[in-house]
């Protein structure tokens, strides 16, 4: 008689591979299970003609996320060099007809020059993977500017002297007292004495730089002459508060150097011509004068242009102090 022995897994195991094979049979279990769907970004700049935004236009970013997934988002940065200067989050809505979903951004109103760019980031979320992509850099455009014109570069111009102390117009208008201060700029940043605003003059406003230090940042509010330049500063709390263009002592009758006070105030035109004068040494004083070329060419004073000149007298006190220097 032979005995047969059937060998039985352990209950729990046979428990375990029942189960494996009911999972692998059921459809709906293994659909429920699919990976999340692959995701891809495009990016398009609109108003970057050329790879350049003009000054203080903005750039637009429109961007696509294929396949469309109801709920999704997009953080879209806005570099300059390495620096964000704008994080947004944007939803993703559905193109008509297609399955992708469509995002867009702006930039700030672009001033600094830099090289510029947008970058689209999509987080992995349970419906989609993550996805991440830069668009083509663009960078800020400046215009010459000349003597009559007006506009929103004029405007963002005017503003951007004025940031630098330089005493101007706040309009849109390059009139005279835009002429006067780019005098003033080319004279502080050893360029040729003219009126006209070049790119470079523009794009380095733009980036905050082209002002003038004081000699003296810790004599409290006073004035300050560089007879070097040929401007004139009136300071306070240790920063320039206006640069002006002046024209100082001709070499056969040089300005004085030294600290002195200002003692005296004459209101108006006198009998030479000087207007709104305050006297700081001897006959030295400063003033309105009808002629203020970009050279030394007075008596020895210090001769500033008749539209400033109300301006300066009245910001002027008596007692203060000026310091003339080289």
Known sequence: MTTRLTLRPPRSRRVLLLAVAAVLASPGVAQAQ???????????VVGASGGNVDVGRRARLVGNLRPFVAGQKVVVLVKRGRTTIRRVLRPVERVAGRNAGRFEALT?????????RFIAVHSRTAEQLGARAESDRFSVSYPNLDPGDRGRAVAIFNGLLARQSYYTARSRLYGGATMRAVMAFRKVNGMRRTYDASQYIFRRLAAGRGGI???HPRAGRHVEVDL??????LAA???PVHVFHVSTG????PSDRGVFRFYRR????????MYYSVYYN???????????????????CVRNPIPNSRFIYDWVKLRMRIYVHR
């Open 213 to 215: 230090r004081l000699a």
């Open 228 to 233: 070097s330049r040929q401007v004139m500063v």
């Open 250 to 253: 001709a070499p056969a009758t």
């Open 237 to 239: 709390r240790g920063k």
């Open 34 to 44: 699919d990976a999340p769907a692959p995701a891809t970004i495009t990016l398009r």
């Open 108 to 116: 700030p109103h672009l001033i600094r020059p830099g090289r510029h």
């Open 266 to 273: 004459q209101p108006g035109y006198n009998s030479l011509g």
């Open 282 to 300: 001897r006959g030295e004083a400063i003033h309105g004068y009808r002629s203020v070329p970009g050279y030394p060419a007075s008596h020895g």
